[in-house]
C-alpha cells in the first residue's frame, strides 16, 4: 500500500473577513465575488466567517429574528452549492438554521467542488453574555463532534464559541480532522478600555493557537469585521476584531488578517507537516488516557 504520508499534501486555503448588512442579497453577492476571486487565485478550501447572511442578531432577544433563519436545503444551500460547483473549491458556510418550528440551530454547512453538501455540523457550545444572547435563538447541537470528509481532507468545523474548549478540538482531532475550522462573529464592547480590548483578542487568538500546537494540526480561524450597533439601543454596539488567521501545526502564523478591514487572503497548509510535528511532539500517544475520567464531571470536588 502506497505510503499516504509521502505524498504532497499542501492545500491553498482562501479566508473571507467581511463586515455585513441587513440586506441578504447584498452579503451573499460580496461573498460569492470574494468566493469567485480567491478561487481564480487557486484556493481549494474556501471559509465564510459565522452567520455572514445578515447582521448578527444576537445582540437582542427579538422574536421576530426568528424571521432570519432558513431551512436546510433551501435557498440559502442552493445558493453556495452552485457558488462551490462554479468555482470548484471546497466551501465552508454559516446558517441561522430552521429545523422545525421553534427549534433553532447556529449550523455550518460545507459543500463539496462538485455542489454537494459533504456534510454539516451544529454549534455545541452557546453564549448567553451580554450582546451575545445566542441561547435565547440557538439549540445546542446534536450531530456531536464528527469530521467533515471532503476532497481536500478531513475537515474538523466548529462554531465560535466553540473555540475556547479544548474538548472540542480534541475531540475533533480524536476523530480524525486534518485541520480545525472555527466561523467566528467575536468583537469587543467599544467601550471597553484599550488594555481590556487587547487582553480579549490576545485570547482569542493563544487558545486557539493552542489547539493547533496541542493537536498537531492547522487553525483555520475566520472573523467578521466592522461595527455592528446594538438596535435595543441598550449597549454600545459590538466592534468586532477581524484579526482571522491560520496557524500551523506548531501554532505558527500562516496568515494574521487586520482588526479593522475587509480582506479576502489566500494562505496554504501542509498536511504532511501535521504528521510530521506529530511524530516529533507525540502528545496523542503519551495521553494518560487511564486518568482522565474526571474530565467527564461538571467540577471535581
Same mark, same amino acid.
Given at each position: 500500500?502506497?505510503?499516504?504520508? @509521502? ?16 440586506? !441578504? ?26 452567520? $455572514?447572511? #445578515? ?9 421576530? +429574528? ?14 453556495? %452549492?452552485?457558488?462551490? /460547483? ?7 458556510? #454559516? ?9 433553532? $440551530? ?6 463539496? /467542488?462538485?455542489?454537494?453538501? =459533504?456534510?454539516?455540523?451544529? @454549534?455545541? $457550545? ?15 447541537? &446534536?450531530?456531536?463532534?464528527?469530521? !467533515?470528509?471532503? #476532497? ?8 465560535? *464559541? ?5 474538548? %472540542? ?18 468583537? *469587543?464592547?467599544? &467601550?471597553?478600555?484599550?488594555?481590556? @480590548?487587547?487582553?480579549?483578542?490576545? %485570547? ?10 496541542? +493537536? ?6 475566520? +472573523? ?22 491560520? =496557524? ?5 502564523? !500562516? ?6 478591514? =475587509? ?12 504528521? +510530521? ?12 488516557? &487511564? ?5 467527564? @464531571?461538571?467540577?471535581? &470536588?
Amino acid at each position: 500500500m502506497e505510503n499516504m504520508y @509521502k505524498k504532497p499534501r499542501k492545500v491553498k486555503v482562501g479566508i473571507v473577513q467581511h463586515s455585513f448588512s441587513d440586506d !441578504i442579497d447584498l452579503n451573499r453577492s460580496r461573498n460569492l465575488a470574494a468566493i469567485s476571486n480567491l478561487a481564480e487565485e487557486g484556493a481549494e478550501l474556501i471559509v465564510l466567517s459565522e452567520l $455572514h447572511d #445578515s447582521l448578527y442578531f444576537c445582540q437582542t432577544e427579538n422574536v421576530d +429574528n426568528f424571521d432570519l433563519a432558513t431551512e436546510l436545503p433551501g435557498d440559502f444551500t442552493d445558493f453556495y %452549492a452552485e457558488a462551490a /460547483k462554479q468555482n470548484g473549491v471546497v466551501l465552508v458556510t #454559516s446558517a441561522f438554521e430552521r429545523r422545525a418550528p421553534g427549534l433553532y $440551530h447556529n449550523t455550518a454547512v460545507v459543500f463539496e /467542488k462538485d455542489g454537494c453538501i =459533504a456534510g454539516m455540523y451544529r @454549534k455545541m $457550545h452557546i453564549p448567553d453574555d451580554p450582546g451575545f444572547y445566542e441561547k435565547f435563538y440557538f439549540t445546542p447541537g &446534536d450531530m456531536g463532534f464528527e469530521p !467533515i470528509d471532503t #476532497s481536500i481532507g478531513r475537515l474538523g468545523v466548529l462554531v465560535c *464559541w466553540d473555540q475556547w474548549y479544548p474538548e %472540542a478540538a480534541r475531540m475533533m482531532a480524536l476523530r480524525g480532522a486534518e485541520v480545525l475550522i472555527y466561523p467566528t462573529a467575536i468583537g *469587543w464592547n467599544p &467601550d471597553d478600555p484599550e488594555d481590556e @480590548k487587547r487582553r480579549q483578542r490576545d %485570547a482569542w487568538i493563544t487558545v486557539q493557537r493552542g489547539h493547533a500546537v496541542a +493537536n498537531g494540526i492547522p487553525v483555520i480561524s475566520v +472573523n467578521r469585521v466592522g461595527y455592528e450597533e446594538d438596535p435595543s439601543g441598550a449597549t454600545s454596539g459590538i466592534d468586532f476584531w477581524g484579526s482571522s488567521f491560520i =496557524a500551523g501545526p506548531q501554532g505558527e502564523f !500562516i496568515i494574521e488578517c487586520s482588526e479593522s478591514a =475587509a480582506e479576502e487572503e489566500l494562505g496554504e497548509i501542509d498536511l504532511e507537516r501535521s504528521e +510530521n510535528v506529530r511524530r516529533w511532539w507525540p502528545f496523542l500517544r503519551d495521553r494518560r488516557i &487511564d486518568e482522565y475520567g474526571g474530565l467527564t @464531571k461538571r467540577f471535581l &470536588d
